[in-house]
């Protein structure tokens, strides 16, 4: 085997030039996040990113940074599994649709907001349900490589709940910034609320805060 180094080295400048080059992708919101196995088994395809109210503007604007479509797919399928865990759903068999909105943050940050729907009535979850909900959620994004920038944010009623996106993404350099914040696209997955999906929900909550809980 020849000893011989497949490339040249960088120089300095090359080495500078690299890196201020990944910066500005990266802020631009082109590194995407590994993704992870589904806690609760929905299935890739049905999860879906949807455009709101673009009238026919060119498909230029319909690019979405891959940071923020794998951010969203993770933080979902945490959000949903965390929600089902805390028994909040009533009704067996019902059809729940995750979603999570892209907001603006506080300085040129983006806010991830996630919040669910359902064909039928869901209770409202007041303060008692509230701590074991965010425990649950903040364990399952740890487990999917999502560290928290800020604190996790969430209101009394129907336990919708917000943080700031833990990517490197800066808002004005990426694709979104061009369009206003009503227009910004919206991801979600659809899936039935079977027991078997509960189940799935309790067991990985109950296992990821455990852990949580030891590596304290």
Known sequence: MSDERPYQALTPHQ???????????????NISHKLHESLIGIAPDEYKVGW???NGEPDLYRKLPPELVSYSYDGIDAYAAALLATETLVAPN??????????????????????????SSVPELFDD????????????????????????????????????????MVLSKSSLAAIPEAKWPVASRNFTVTEQVRAAARHSIMLLTLSAKSAQ
């Open 52 to 54: 709101p109210d673009l």
């Open 15 to 29: 080495w500078d030039a690299l890196c201020r080059d990944l910066k500005i992708w990266a802020e631009e919101g």
């Open 94 to 119: 019902c059809l729940m649709t995750a979603w999570c909105e892209f907001k603006k943050a506080d300085g040129d940050g983006v806010t991830l907001r996630f919040f669910s729907t359902t064909d």
């Open 129 to 168: 349900r509230i701590p074991p909900f965010l425990t649950g959620f903040i364990a399952a994004l740890e487990s999917k490589s999502m560290p928290l920038k800020d604190a996790m944010f969430s209101d009394k009623v129907n336990a919708p709940a917000w943080f700031r996106s833990p990517g490197q």
